[in-house]
């Protein structure tokens, strides 16, 4: 296959938004887009003007607006230019993200928009779990077997403990690393921490996870501005953080037809083509937003993204590897577990912390030591039926 | 409970909260709630969706007339030679749809396991159950119900029994596995 990257333009994210995650009964989904939409353009100090192509990343089914992506952009000041309208499942955010950054690389688009919006809380805890639980493989799986999305990496988890004797208390320190970093993150949907005994004594979901082992269902919004290198010059943008490498693989959805069950193959093919696009290696990664619906994914993601090897994911945190400061300091924002999981808009939250942490910008003990300026996004939609991962660079 | 009373089952909890907001309509003039936690105002969408789909069976149909019989069936690809477990009839690999259906096999190993503990509404008239992924001696893996009262005693390796049978309380024909003794 020959590579066509290079034939591209370069692409720089120029400002970045993000609403406050969490159960947002105070407001409507137009008006949750609009936090993150509003806060993106002020931060690239651009107008609606401005964007030549908007990308409404949205999942839908739990929301009663059954095709939002109009609406949003409406209520925006985006009419007439989009939406182009993208779902991935839980990886829309960076398949929106991807969407906008072709338009610019191939030059349709000098400036364009990503926003993914979600509001999962206009339907009960027992119907989104049947939303995601139907999602993939429906008769074989769900109808027949009841399968739901926490189920699904509970297979994963199991067969990761049984073979690498990866246990509860490694995935419990996932949860409390991310809850420590949620904490201190004002837009994050938990703004407590946790302890391991807290985690291994919440209540079991799906065995081995736990409450405190799952993300919550959450309302939320981010969103991104993305520009060619010309106009990065013209507009005289201070800090543009470079999309250096982007990579997208998928798997098949039959749980049942995969060939292990302790990691995701679309991870693993997703990020090599992503190191390849950026020339670079996973040791150079400095700071990464990783997709941990579940500790567990947190666990498998250091390993298929090359961080460390298979089977050592539950020492690496232990280790506090992925600790802030540490070899790779993972998911500071909070991550799925404690910032919350608002499928559509996770990928572009990814992106805005990521944003925030190469232009040095964290607030209150969240902003990770970098020497080399490389970041990573790694976003999965259900069980990796797919994934994308974005290599970032200041 | 057949698939009549399960439906009234969860009817009848749908028609409790109509009440509440049938009362708060007539008092208001607005199917409008305060949240439980924070007191913003939600409004009740009083125009349910009912979703109920047709699925076409297509090329498994086969399948269930197996499963009527008490076998549990996969497709061979007569071209190529490629087991598909879900079975389908089309062969994407040699792009030939040409296949035969094989029995998976009476035993086989468990490969990974979970409990569901906290179900979607449509199963959640069940108590706890485990789900297993079970490598089958034709070399399909199978994901279904594994039949065990202590599931803190199940091993990657163990060997399970295939069980073709109705499931209750639907009542229909399905399979699952049980640990031998
Ligand atoms: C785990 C789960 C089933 C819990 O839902 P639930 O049982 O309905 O919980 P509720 O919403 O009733 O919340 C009860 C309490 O637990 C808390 N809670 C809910 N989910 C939580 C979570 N994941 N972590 C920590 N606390 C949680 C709530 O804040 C609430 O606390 P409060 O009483 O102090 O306000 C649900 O969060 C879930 O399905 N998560 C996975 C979502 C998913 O699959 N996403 C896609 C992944 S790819
Ligand atoms: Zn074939």
Redesign the pocket.
């Known amino acids: 296959m020959m590579d066509r990257a290079e034939t591209m333009r370069r692409v720089a994210v120029i400002g970045v938004g993000h609403s406050t995650f969490g159960?947002r009964g105070d407001v409507t989904l137009q008006e949750l887009a609009w936090e993150a939409i509003a806060e993106a353009l002020k931060d690239a100090g651009l107008t609606q003007k401005d964007i030549e192509v908007s990308v409404v990343g949205v999942v839908g089914t739990r929301e009663y607006e059954l095709m939002p992506a109009v609406p949003v952009n409406d209520y925006a000041g985006l009419t007439h230019v989009g939406p182009i309208r993208v779902e991935a499942?839980?990886a829309t955010g960076l398949a929106a993200l991807t969407t906008a950054h072709n338009y610019v690389a191939s030059g349709m688009a000098d400036i364009a928009l990503a926003v993914g919006v979600e509001k999962?809380t206009e339907v009960?805890?027992?119907t989104?779990?049947a939303v995601?639980g139907r999602a993939g493989n429906y008769l074989w799986e769900f109808h027949f077997v009841g399968t739901?999305?926490?189920a699904q990496?509970a297979l994963y988890a199991s067969a990761h403990m049984a073979r690498f004797g990866t246990t509860e208390e490694h995935m419990a320190l996932v949860?409390v690393k991310n809850h420590r970093h949620a904490a201190r993150n004002p837009k994050a949907?938990?703004q407590y921490e946790?302890t391991v005994e807290e985690v291994l004594g919440?209540?079991p979901?799906a065995w081995p996870?736990k409450?405190?082992?799952?993300?919550?269902?959450s309302d939320g919004a981010a969103a991104a501005v993305l520009a060619s290198e010309d106009a990065v010059r013209r507009l005289g943008v201070d800090v543009p953080v470079w999309v250096s490498g982007i990579g997208y693989s998928s798997e098949t959805p039959n749980m049942v037809r995969r060939p292990h069950y302790v990691g995701l193959e679309a991870t693993v093919r997703a990020a090599a083509m992503a190191y390849k696009r950026a020339g670079i290696s996973p040791t150079d990664v400095e700071v990464a937003e990783v997709?941990d619906?579940?500790t567990i994914?947190e666990i498998m993601a250091y390993e298929d993204l090359g961080f460390v090897e298979k089977g050592m994911g539950g020492k690496f945190v232990a280790e506090g590897q992925s600790d802030l400061g540490g070899k790779v300091s993972v998911n500071v924002s909070g991550g799925?577990?404690g910032k919350g999981?608002p499928?559509a808009a996770t990928g572009l939250s990814m992106v805005y912390e990521i944003v925030k942490q190469l232009r040095e910008e964290r607030e209150r003990g969240r902003q990770a030591p970098l020497k080399r300026y490389v970041g990573l996004a790694h976003n999965?939609?259900?069980?990796g039926h797919q994934a994308y991962v974005v290599v970032l660079r200041r | 409970m057949a698939l009549t009373s399960l439906k009234e089952k969860i009817d009848e909890a749908v028609k409790q909260q109509l009440r509440l907001v049938d009362a708060v309509v007539g008092s208001t003039g607005f199917p409008i709630v305060p949240d439980q936690?924070t007191g913003d105002p939600q409004w009740i969408d009083v125009r349910e969706l009912p979703l109920r789909y047709m699925l076409s069976l297509g090329g498994a149909r086969k399948f269930f007339e197996g499963l009527a019989g008490g076998k549990l069936q996969a497709t061979r690809c007569r071209a190529c030679g490629t087991v598909y477990f879900p079975p389908q009839v089309d062969c994407p690999r040699c792009r030939v749809s040409d296949v035969e259906w094989v029995d998976v096999g009476e035993e086989g190993e468990l490969v990974t396991w979970t409990v569901i503990n906290?179900k979607p509404l449509t199963f959640s008239h069940h108590g706890d159950y485990v789900v297993g992924i079970v490598r089958m001696p034709i070399g399909v893996n199978v994901l279904a119900w594994i039949s065990v009262g202590d599931p803190s005693g199940l091993r990657p390796g163990q060997r399970v029994r295939l069980v073709v049978g109705r499931r209750e309380p639907e009542g229909y024909v399905t399979y699952w596995f049980e640990v031998p003794h």
């Open positions: 159960v499942a839980c999962m009960d805890t027992a989104s779990l995601g739901t999305m926490p990496y949860a949907h938990f946790v919440s209540r979901v996870i409450l405190l082992d799952s993300s919550p269902i997709h619906a579940f994914a799925l577990k999981h499928l999965v939609a259900g069980i | 936690k906290v």
